[in-house]
């Protein structure tokens, strides 16, 4: 549960020993992911279990979570269920994640230390789309136009759905 986990962790050394952490934590302690969850209530579960492939420092394991994300067309709920593979090597440049195996996305590490719940966050906002839309948005009706909210500073969501239909 929550009460074990460290908040932060060396994950060079967590590697070294092999050390692995399991259980759930509840949506709203991840700041970041408030910005486009439309409600923070429920949990993320993970597994993560730092190791080492070769020469690499890796993290690999799972996140999964139901998010509940806004329609930027119609600004209506979207369910976003989350079930992500995680597979990560420890890096210290950008140079070094350039070389790293295509399987593996690099997790560039600024400091020694990060916190543990970074990486569940970062997977869960990698696992969400930069603008959020129903597949089939009643809202993106011709008809519907005149109703939209103005919001000057967001890309319009008609514009990516023209580019969709070149
Ligand atoms: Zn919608």
Redesign the pocket.
């Known amino acids: 549960m929550v009460e074990h986990l460290p908040e932060r962790i060396d994950p060079l050394a967590l590697a070294e020993k092999r050390r692995q952490f399991k259980g759930s934590l509840p949506l709203s302690q991840l700041v970041r992911l408030q910005d486009v969850l439309l409600n923070p209530e429920g949990l993320v579960r993970f597994e993560l279990r730092f190791g080492k492939d070769g020469k690499l420092s890796a993290v690999t394991g799972s996140v999964e979570a139901y998010l509940e994300l806004q329609?930027?067309?119609?600004?209506?709920p979207?369910a976003w269920p989350v079930d992500s593979q995680v597979k990560l090597a420890l890096v210290g440049s950008i140079d070094e994640a350039d070389l790293l195996p295509e399987s593996y996305e690099p997790l560039l590490l600024e400091e020694e230390t990060i916190l543990l719940t970074d990486i569940i966050q970062e997977e869960l906002l990698l696992a969400i789309p930069s603008i959020p839309?129903?597949g089939q948005?009643?809202?993106?009706a011709p008809k519907e136009v005149a109703k939209m909210p103005d919001t000057p500073k967001r890309p319009n969501p008609f514009a990516v759905l023209a580019e969709l239909k070149k």
């Open positions: 329609c930027q067309c119609c600004l209506g979207i839309q129903h948005c009643k809202a993106s």
